[in-house]
């Protein structure tokens, strides 16, 4: 099964089909089906969470008929969760590029080997002429990364900047919630599901309360953003014109979901 169905997870007991998109509370939204599955609550809050037991719920798990069915005979109830474009893109900055992590890799997220953020960020200081593509240590700023995938583009790389409407591919949901919204819309997916588990936020990122000028964080380096305890918001790493470019790079995104910049 390609991507990015290979990657939705299903439970065809309950007749739930989920589309995780990343940095859209997927490891939430994994853990839940994987709780729906009959898997542990203690299991679920192990981090991190096991990717083998995630993979076992995957879609592609199911014989080939069985699977194609699930996704064209409307016999389960479909939903998925998107971000605001931009939010989640500074989320997945903060989350990937400054410690340095590596993500899971294959078809959970459809994400080759040689695109994983090391690979990436030897990609970025390479093209930008920034040193050596190894020298991956210094990292990349978040204008620097916003430079990149403006060249670059959001179809065929890491799944935690890929455009959000291609996860969904062309199936229709039943219910698209929102990550802004998350409780109130989690507690529609359970009341439509008819399953009362229970969702904890397993990752959230930890924002500062303290106000920082839009714009000023858009030039920090890594060793600056690993000394704070908490990162600036979203705003202070955009400028108008990164705030236009990542407009430009998730259109399809900002159309279909109806987002618009949080501070515009």
């Known amino acids: 099964m390609k991507w990015p169905q290979c990657s939705y997870l299903v439970d065809p007991q309950r007749k739930l089909l989920c589309c995780p998109v990343p940095r859209a509370a997927s490891t939430t939204l994994k853990a839940w089906m994987l709780r729906a599955s009959g898997v ?4 679920v809050q192990k981090k991190p969470l096991s990717l083998e037991l995630v993979r076992a719920i995957c879609l592609d798990r199911l014989p080939a008929r069985e699977a194609s069915a699930i996704l064209t005979d409307g016999s389960h109830f479909r939903f998925t969760f998107v971000r605001n474009p931009w939010t989640r893109l500074v989320s997945a900055y903060l989350g990937k590029f400054v410690p340095l992590m590596e993500p899971a890799l294959g078809a959970l997220h ?5 695109e994983g953020v090391l690979g990436l960020l030897g990609s970025v200081r390479s093209r ?22 403006e060249r670059r583009g959001t179809t065929r790389v890491n799944g ?10 062309d ?3 039943d219910f698209i919630g929102r990550f802004e919204s998350l409780q109130r819309d989690l507690a529609q ?3 439509r599901a008819g399953v009362k588990i229970g969702w904890p936020n397993r990752h959230p990122t930890q924002y500062s309360d303290d106000e920082h000028e839009p714009g000023s964080a858009a030039d920090w380096e890594r060793s600056q953003l690993l000394k704070l305890k908490r ?7 955009y400028t108008p014109e990164l705030t ?14 109806d987002y618009a910049p949080p501070w515009a």
Not at 110 to 114: E, K, S, V
Not at 160 to 169: D, I
């Open 110 to 114: 459809g994400i080759r080997r040689d």
């Open 244 to 257: 236009d470019i990542v407009g430009r790079l998730y259109a399809e995104d900002v159309r279909r979901f």
């Open 128 to 149: 930008l002429g920034l040193g050596r593509p190894a020298d991956v240590e210094r990292g990349a700023t978040f204008r620097q990364f916003v430079r990149h995938l």
């Open 171 to 173: 199936h229709e949901f």
């Open 231 to 237: 990162y600036p918001r979203a705003q202070a790493f």
């Open 160 to 169: 935690h900047w890929r455009a959000q409407h291609r996860f969904l591919a």
């Open 189 to 191: 997916v359970e009341e």
């Open 40 to 43: 542990s609550a203690a299991e």
